[in-house]
């Protein structure tokens, strides 16, 4: 059976870094592509991030480029979001997600796979 567990959410202060993580079990992972979600009061659950399951390609929302990286480790079935320089913006629940042939989508409706959220807030 296909699950995907988000960790590493929590309270940070602008400026301030944190990484999530997603552990994928049930399924071979190589050949997903791996998107990170994020989902704030009120509004829309919107792209992040994305990796492809063919070549690694990665693609980034214009707000949060340059600021976090995606990562995927296949033979431990964990995939990354290394987030820097937050802001209260990026205040949301994070989720990540799967699907094997999103390629670098950051369409929700693509990933049919998702896990159960983590709550990240950014503020002083």
């Known amino acids: 059976q296909l699950q995907l567990v988000e960790s590493g959410g929590g309270l940070v202060q602008p400026g301030g870094s944190l990484r999530l993580s997603c552990a994928a079990s049930g399924f071979t992972l190589d050949v997903y592509a791996i998107g990170w979600f994020r989902q704030a009061p009120g509004k829309e659950r919107e792209g992040v991030s994305c990796?492809?399951?063919?070549?690694?390609?990665?693609y980034y929302a214009d707000s949060v480029k340059g600021r976090f990286t995606i990562s995927r480790d296949n033979a431990k079935k964990m995939a990354y979001l290394q987030m820097n320089s937050l802001k209260p913006e990026d205040t949301a629940v994070y989720y990540c997600?799967?699907?094997?042939?999103?390629?670098?989508?950051?369409?929700?409706?693509?990933?049919?796979?998702w896990g159960q959220g983590t709550q990240v807030t950014v503020s002083s």
């Open positions: 997600a799967v699907e094997p042939l999103a390629g670098t989508s950051l369409d929700p409706h693509e990933y049919n796979a």
């Open positions: 990796i492809s399951g063919s070549d690694g390609s990665t």
